[in-house]
Nanobody
Framework: QVQLVESGGGLVQAGGSLRLSCAAS????????MGWFRQAPGKEREFVAT????????TYADSVKGRFTISRDNAKSRVYLQMSGLKPEDTAVYYC????????????????WGQGTQVTVSS
């Protein structure tokens, strides 16, 4: 089992920045590809960004490319999502997820999920 706990969400004005953090425990963190996903009210959960086990490969949704940066610190068992240039349409609950070995972009392929952290961007 892998336990994931997100933090760092909050209320921010459009154009502002937030840094989300996800702390992992339970298994060897460096064996897991990690992803950030988000879900807005009334919408399906969507891919935001992924990072492979070493941190050397990242992928981003087109909607966040150039504004968000995913990173990880395997020594601290944490993955981060630095968000800048936030827009009201970024408002959602943000989840981190872990998958053994790979970092796919499809949510259904992930084995473990955190409880989520709310990000609200006001206009």
């Amino acid at each position: 089992q892998v336990q994931l706990v997100e933090s760092g969400g909050g209320l921010v004005q459009a154009g502002g920045s937030l840094r989300l953090s996800c702390a992992a425990s339970g298994r060897t963190f460096s064996n897991y590809g990690m992803g950030w996903f988000r879900q807005a009210p009334g919408k399906e959960r969507e891919f935001v960004a992924t990072i492979n086990t070493s941190g050397g490969t990242t992928t981003y949704a087109d909607s966040v490319k150039g504004r968000f940066t995913i990173s990880r610190d395997n020594a601290k068992s944490r993955v981060y999502l630095q968000m800048s240039g936030l827009k009201p349409e970024d408002t959602a609950v943000y989840y981190c997820a872990a998958n053994i070995g790979r970092a796919p972009v499809r949510a259904r392929e992930y084995d473990y999920w955190g409880q989520g952290t709310q990000v609200t961007v006001s206009s």
